[in-house]
């Protein structure tokens, strides 16, 4: 694992340690796969930042291996701040084996790791309701939040919330589980908060052990249910009908059922007819981007957590150039933050504005690549790896193509800016676009094959459909 055949670059002796270390607690499978190539490593006095070639990448990481990452860094260095950073010119070093390798580990099933205890999860989830930013954008799916979780009978089962990524939609499921579970009774209310993976993955161990008694009896037995990404049920038959009669279940018995999507029920590809008409009968409300006002309140928050001092006019510098996620926002803080102490500790209007520039040129707009990708897979029912990858099913490429176009439409990225980040090359995402554009100007249908059979859409109501949900 030396460096110079290593394409995870970092000081020789600790670079070296730390990503030994992180190999062996991942297996080499995984760190092949989401670390080896195509990412640069590098460490000084006060912080560990790993940056990445395209956004999907740095979710997945911090996602599903930040802490991996942080456990290995205090083992070896003490504390120290990790952070994650993306950097397109890092997509020539990420090979087609590697990203069909990722799309391959999104989709197998065994990843889910989920212990509980009764009334809940080991585990303090970090998200609390209280810390939640209300704005005009998320003040009603916050509200129903709050009265969920009260510990109260709701007037409506279940609650269902939308929207791009980084919106707040898991901090909403969190802090209804963190109320519950603070509510003070003489019996505890049982409750689990799983994401939609996790979900999938259990049902499949309980099959193949042949436990599934075991594994219904450990979720109708709740008094709330929350279930983050359930897009990722897309075009999972048998994941939809045991989650359908676990639904039946709880609400038989009047359990609370709160889930978070990227997407509407009606967009996420795929979905049994069945559950849809369920997710519609309770209350379904989408979280929109945050406007300039929440922006700003988050930049606030976090700088006070931070215990970072920042000058309003930095602050409101940021707020009116970053108008996408809350992650970007606080992203942005980071690395604030991490400049400022090598500048001697003070953050200033001009460091921010020339340390920033380049990720605001990336993130002027409401829209992402992230939130493009997001949408479209949970629509298609696939992932947003098998976006990057080189399959080439007639689903993975029609998504991609809607994509490439929506890409194109709704961000402020050129065509080479677009493919370095899917892992194509220039004249790829051109012909894409064309193809799509040729369909639209045609008034042509757009068709693809599910695990449920056929489908079909006129192009044009496919791309307005997509881009009313996204944009």
């Known amino acids: 694992m030396s460096p110079t055949t290593e394409s995870l670059r970092a000081e020789p002796a600790v670079g ?33 930042r790993l940056t990445v070639p395209n956004p999907f990448v740095a979710n997945w990481i911090e996602t599903h291996y930040q802490q991996d990452i942080v456990a290995a860094v205090s083992e070896h260095l003490g504390q120290r701040a990790v952070t994650i950073s993306v950097d397109a010119d890092l997509s020539g070093d990420l090979h087609k084996r590697q990203r069909d390798a990722q799309a391959e580990i999104v989709t197998r099933t065994g990843q889910g790791r989920v212990r509980q205890r009764s009334g809940g999860e080991v585990s303090v989830l970090r998200h609390r309701l209280s810390d939640f930013v209300v704005g005009e954008g998320n003040k009603l799916a916050y509200s129903a939040a709050l009265l969920v979780g009260g510990g109260g009978k709701a007037p409506f089962n279940p609650l269902f919330v939308h929207g791009n990524c980084g919106v707040g939609k898991t901090h909403l499921l969190q802090g209804v589980c963190n109320a519950v579970s603070s509510l003070r009774r003489a019996e505890p209310l049982a409750w689990r908060y799983v994401t939609g993976e996790q979900f999938t993955n259990e049902f499949i161990t309980g099959l193949r052990t042949r436990k599934l008694d075991e594994f219904r009896a450990r979720y109708r037995k709740l008094h709330l249910l929350a279930i983050d990404d359930v897009h990722f049920f897309a075009a999972k038959k048998a994941t939809q009908d045991e989650f359908l009669h676990t639904f039946n279940a709880l609400e038989t018995a009047g359990a609370q059922i709160v889930m978070a999507s990227d997407a509407h029920p009606r967009l996420v590809g795929e979905l049994n007819e069945q559950l849809v008409s369920r997710f519609q009968a309770g209350m379904v409300v989408k979280i ?184």
Do not use: C
């Open 288 to 471: 929109d981007l945050p406007d300039r006002a929440t922006r700003l309140e988050i930049l606030r928050r976090r700088a006070r957590t931070m215990k970072l001092h920042v000058p309003g006019e930095v602050l409101e510098h940021v707020a009116d150039h970053i108008r996408g996620s809350v992650r970007e926002l606080e992203g942005s803080l980071v690395k604030l933050a991490a400049l400022a102490s090598l500048e001697g500790g003070k953050v200033t209007l001009e460091l921010a504005a020339s340390s920033l520039a380049d990720h605001l040129a990336r993130t002027d707009g409401a829209v992402t690549l992230g939130d493009i990708e997001a949408g479209v897979a949970a629509y298609f029912g696939i992932t947003p790896a098998d976006l990057h990858s080189s399959r080439r099913t007639r689903t993975v490429s029609v998504a991609r193509m809607v994509a490439m176009l929506l890409a194109r439409r709704h961000t402020r990225m050129s065509y080479p800016e677009i493919g370095k980040l899917m892992g194509k090359n220039h004249s790829s995402v051109v012909l894409a676009v064309q193809r799509m554009e040729r369909l639209l100007d045609g008034d042509e249908e757009v068709s693809w094959t599910t695990p449920m059979g056929p489908n079909s859409m006129p192009a044009r109501k496919l791309v307005q459909m997509l881009t009313e949900q996204i944009v």
């Open 16 to 48: 070296q340690t730390l990503l030994a270390a992180l190999q062996e607690r991942i297996g080499t499978q995984k760190y092949n796969a989401w670390f080896k190539h195509g990412t640069s490593l590098s460490v000084d006095e006060q912080r560990v």
